[in-house]
């Protein structure tokens, strides 16, 4: 099966930069997206095709995919960011839509 | 507006069976990737099931004999039939649609709220 991996927890102060990496076998051939949920909610959509952002989602949030790792970034970090952060992609092999083990932003 | 809500779950003994459902409104579930995803108390998403708009279905090897996704286009609607339930299907269930852009292009951009399944003596 495709593995993505992700750190368990990342934290960063308001203002700053938060990266979250995932990490998966020649990932950047492939497209990744990115969903937040917040605790009690569905996962809601912040990226797609590596960098794209849907409709409403702020402009601090951005992407790449490259190598073996695919980045979510998100800039001047706010409290609202606080939240668990997951990646997914495809697995042509088996036609498997996969997800990382999800890493959670702490806003300190 | 468009949603999906997703409804069925239940608590449930060992090797029992159920049938969640997921209304679609705003859009035609026939029309698109529709998708089941759980997440177990305090852990992280697993894609489980997928049927495309042409009908194939696809399941993770976690639930593949066990578990079978369906839809029905006069009731816009998708459904995932569990059986042989185990503890370790415990989780909230997800509905939702997925989009495709070109090749490997994938991602989910519509979930609903969940629905609750509870394995259980």
């Known amino acids: 099966s495709y593995d993505l991996t992700q750190p368990p927890s990342v934290s960063v102060f308001p203002g700053q930069t938060a990266s979250i990496t995932c990490s998966g076998h020649?990932?950047?051939?492939?497209?990744a997206s990115w969903y937040q949920q917040r605790p009690g909610q569905s996962p809601v959509m912040v990226l797609y095709?590596?960098?794209k952002r849907p409709s409403g989602i702020p402009e601090r949030f951005s992407g790449s995919n490259s190598g073996d790792t695919a980045t979510l970034t998100i800039s001047g970090t706010q409290a609202m960011d606080e939240a668990d952060y997951y990646c997914?992609?495809?697995?042509?092999?088996?036609?498997?839509?996969?997800f990382g083990g999800g890493t959670k932003l702490t806003v300190l | 507006e468009v949603q999906l809500v997703e409804s069925g779950g239940d608590l449930i003994q060992p090797g029992g069976a159920l049938r969640l459902s997921c209304a679609a409104s705003?859009?035609?579930?026939?029309?698109?990737?529709m998708t089941w995803v759980r997440q177990a108390p305090g852990k992280g998403l697993e894609w489980i099931s997928i049927?495309?708009?042409?009908?194939?279905?696809y399941y993770a090897d976690s639930v593949k004999g066990r578990f079978s996704i369906s839809r029905d286009s006069s009731m816009n609607a998708a459904y995932l039939q569990l059986a042989g339930l185990r503890a370790e299907d415990t989780a909230l269930y997800y509905c939702?649609?997925?989009?495709?852009?070109?090749?490997?292009?994938?991602?989910?951009?519509?979930w609903g709220r969940g629905t609750r399944v509870t394995v259980s003596s």
């Open positions: 705003g859009f035609t579930v026939n029309s698109n990737y």
């Open positions: 020649k990932l950047g051939e492939n497209f």
């Open positions: 095709q590596n960098n």
């Open positions: 939702a649609r997925v989009s495709r852009g070109a090749s490997k292009i994938w991602y989910f951009d519509l």
């Open positions: 049927i495309y708009s042409g009908g194939a279905t």
């Open positions: 997914q992609s495809w697995d042509s092999n088996t036609a498997a839509l996969v």
